[in-house]
């Protein structure tokens, strides 16, 4: 079965300071795995995904995040943050062999980016 | 092109009470999925539609039904509402061809549901 683990329930940055999120998930078989950004009373908007082409994946608003399979992991970054990107940020992977293409979610990463 | 539209963005209910949610896919796409989004926590699979049929179901329980349209569009009803089922609901959109695909779900803003 596949999962992800998101750790880290709230992140604070400084404004101009490096963003680490972290995604760590489990999967049988190759992942899809796919990054959203929430804000207040939205819906999901999608950041970036990776679907087994190259493992450095990048993503919109300057985000980016690598495949690394020896740590299952797929960490989210971005060099300077900046005050709008405060907002919650999920991980997800693909449960395709499930027979149904679904998404599981990460509980979510929330950053604040501080001024 | 139109993005994923849901209806209503707010909706109060009490126990007991049954709810249908709207969705309207973007346009292209073939398949629907839902999603409960509790308080703080990650989007939760309920079921999917591809092609008017359901195509997988999350663990809840047969009180959550849904439709597809032919043209795609979506329903989600919740009979016999509990207290629990407070929560954002997502429509996510896709689109699958012949065979399994990397379809990119989009999702659109959700119905806020709450049940008193």
């Known amino acids: 079965a596949q999962s992800v683990t998101q750790l880290g329930s709230h992140v604070s940055v400084s404004e101009g300071a490096l963003v680490l999120l972290r995604c760590n998930y489990s999967?049988?078989?190759?992942?899809?795995l796919f990054w959203y950004v929430q804000y207040p009373n939205q819906g999901l908007q999608l950041l970036l995904k990776?679907?087994?082409?190259?493992?450095l994946v990048k993503g919109i608003n300057g985000f980016e995040a690598e495949f690394k399979k020896s740590e299952t992991s797929f960490h989210l970054t971005k060099p300077s943050a900046h005050m709008s990107d405060a907002a919650e940020y999920f991980c997800?992977?693909?449960?395709?062999?499930?027979?149904?293409?679904?998404?599981?979610f990460g509980t979510g990463t929330r950053l604040k980016v501080l001024a | 092109e139109t993005g994923v539209t849901q209806s209503p963005t707010h909706l109060i209910k009490t126990r007991g009470q049954q709810v249908t949610l709207r969705c309207s896919s973007q346009?292209?796409?073939?398949?629907v999925s839902w999603y409960q989004q509790a308080l703080g926590q990650g989007p939760q699979f309920i079921f999917q539609?591809?092609?008017?049929?359901?195509?997988g179901r999350g663990n809840f329980p047969p009180r959550f039904s849904g439709l597809q349209f032919p043209n795609y569009s979506s329903e989600l009803n919740v009979n016999a509402l509990e207290l629990d089922d407070s929560a954002l609901y997502l429509c996510?959109?896709?689109?699958?061809?012949?065979?399994?695909?990397?379809?990119?779900?989009?999702f659109g803003p959700g119905t806020r549901l709450t049940v008193l």
């Open positions: 996510a959109s896709s689109r699958r061809d012949r065979g399994w695909s990397t379809d990119t779900q989009y």
């Open positions: 999967s049988s078989v190759p992942p899809y």
């Open positions: 990776y679907t087994s082409a190259a493992t």
């Open positions: 997800a992977v693909s449960a395709l062999p499930s027979g149904t293409y679904k998404y599981i």
């Open positions: 346009s292209g796409h073939n398949t």
């Open positions: 539609y591809y092609r008017e049929e359901e195509n």
